[in-house]
């Protein structure tokens, strides 16, 4: 499972960063979680608010944090 982080790197980006990360732990899955800073490849894939979530090359969560267990639940566990 490949879960991203696309923003600038601002604070809210961090924090749904540590969040996601949190929530891999949890669930006890395998998955890479890599930050997308580049804000022309985030635009191309059609998010256009920040921080967003994508999991599997599909964005799950833009212009908000989900909390941790909300993030379980968006990792199918």
Do not use: N, Q, W
Request: with cysteine; aromatic share 2%; net charge neutral.
């Amino acid at each position: 499972m490949k879960i991203e982080i696309c923003g600038s790197g601002c604070s809210k980006c961090a924090e749904l960063e540590k969040r996601a990360k949190e929530a891999v732990a949890i669930a006890g899955i395998d998955a890479a979680v890599e930050h997308v800073y580049d804000m022309t490849k985030i635009i191309e894939r059609g998010i256009f608010m920040t921080p967003a979530l994508v999991i599997d090359g599909k964005s799950v969560a833009s212009g908000k944090i989900p909390s941790v267990e909300d993030i379980v639940k968006l990792l199918g566990r």
